[in-house]
């Protein structure tokens, strides 16, 4: 079993940065493929970006691309999604996720709790 965790979210205005943290409580992280979803409220949950287990690889969503960054250090288990020039519509639950494949569509086997963003106008 994977326990993930996710911190870092908050409130932020249109154009500020954040940066989530998921912390994964396994000694085989970094056999993990890693990705972070949002869901909004009345919206379906949907993926934002994904990193291979090595961090070589990285995908992203169109919307979040050259504004969100995915990176991870196996050596502490965990995986990061900084996120700058943020907009209204960021705003959502936050989550992160395991599996075996960055590839998007690919599902995942363990979930966080979510974190919050919320941006402001």
């Known amino acids: 079993q994977v326990q993930l965790v996710e911190s870092g979210g908050g409130l932020v205005q249109a154009g500020g940065s954040l940066r989530l943290s998921c912390a994964a409580s396994t000694r085989t992280f970094a056999n993990f493929a890693m990705g972070w979803f949002r869901q909004a409220p009345g919206k379906e949950r949907e993926f934002v970006a994904s990193i291979r287990w090595s961090g070589d690889m990285s995908y992203y969503a169109d919307s979040v691309k050259g504004r969100f960054t995915i990176s991870r250090d196996n050596a502490k288990n965990t995986v990061y999604l900084q996120m700058y020039n943020l907009k209204p519509e960021d705003t959502a639950v936050y989550y992160c996720?395991?599996?075996?494949?960055?590839?998007?569509?690919?599902?995942?086997?363990?979930w966080g709790q979510g974190t919050q963003v919320t941006v402001s106008s």
């Open positions: 996720a395991a599996g075996p494949s960055a590839v998007p569509g690919e599902e995942y086997d363990y």
